[in-house]
């Protein structure tokens, strides 16, 4: 299965529809040691996966609880 097109670094600084936080993310990244950037990246990446996992969770309870009960 083929990869999806990856961007270069300059590609994504030079996109106007790239996020602020991104370019700046790079920018920073870009004075760092690359493999100290990947580790931290990697791990911020597994932080933000948890928590976009428990807000999904919150919100499907949420919805269930508001939702009419059926009965069967």
């Known amino acids: ?9 300059d590609e994504v600084l030079a996109d106007p529809a790239a996020s602020h936080w991104m370019k700046d993310a790079l920018r920073s990244a870009l004075t760092r ?3 100290d950037v990947a580790n931290d990246a990697a791990f911020l990446c597994a932080l933000l996966d ?3 996992d ?5 919100g499907r309870a949420a919805v269930a ?3 009419p009960q059926v009965e069967r």
Request: charged letters at 20%; hydrophobic letters at 50%.
């Open 50 to 52: 948890k928590r976009a």
């Open 33 to 35: 040691d690359p493999v």
């Open 1 to 9: 299965m083929p990869r999806a097109h990856v961007p270069t670094i």
């Open 54 to 58: 428990a807000a999904m969770e919150a």
């Open 65 to 67: 609880a508001t939702a």
